[in-house]
């Protein structure tokens, strides 16, 4: 006896008995692994391994860093590298340095972060990407801990025309000062 229905099943019953018997082979190795995974289907890896902060508007880079590192990140979370790679992942960088690191030291259970976000020229740093890195610090650092943001730009080929810009303004706010 091959099907479970009874005798008197009508035609839609058998339908659905058939599609529901077909072999679907399935590829788990391949959804469970952020490199390999369909770009369609990250977001749904992403709730399975429980990320904290998904953006549909990453690039695929960084939703793909973001899955590939929700596992070691929960094993450390609420520590001082748990901050570092939250940020990291998202393509910024940064500079933490603890209360106790500090001339004068500050309160206990402080921090201060400095982020650095590149700037090339072509790419935008947008509000969304800053709000987003301080999203991911307030979500990894241990919750007792305040802390304080500073925002730096890395200016790689926007230096000359600062370079050039700079003496020009401050001459210009000299001559008007002794006006």
Not at 56 to 69: A, F, G, H, I, L
Not at 106 to 135: C, N
Request: charged share 25%; hydrophobic share 40%; glycine share 4%.
């Amino acid at each position: 006896m091959t099907s479970l229905l009874p005798p008197n099943a009508n035609a839609r019953e058998r339908a659905v008995e058939a599609s529901i018997n077909r072999e679907v082979k399935t590829p788990l190795r391949e959804l469970w692994n952020p490199d390999d995974c369909p770009e369609s289907l990250l977001p749904w890896l992403a709730w399975g391994l429980s990320v904290d902060d998904w953006n549909p508007d990453w690039p695929v880079e960084v939703k793909r860093s973001v899955v590939r590192t929700a596992i070691q990140n929960h094993t450390i979370k609420g520590t001082r590298k748990s901050v570092e790679d939250a940020v990291k992942a998202l393509g910024s960088q940064l500079i933490l340095r603890e209360w106790w690191q500090e001339n004068p030291p500050l309160p206990a259970h402080t921090f201060r972060v400095i982020m650095s976000l590149s700037y090339l020229g072509d790419d935008k740093i947008t509000g969304s990407l800053q709000k987003a890195v301080i999203k991911a610090i307030e979500q990894n650092k241990p919750v007792r801990s305040h802390y304080q943001v500073s925002l730096g730009i890395n200016a790689a080929r926007a230096l000359r025309v600062y370079g050039f810009a700079r003496p020009y303004l401050y001459k210009r706010i000299k001559v008007n000062a002794t006006q």
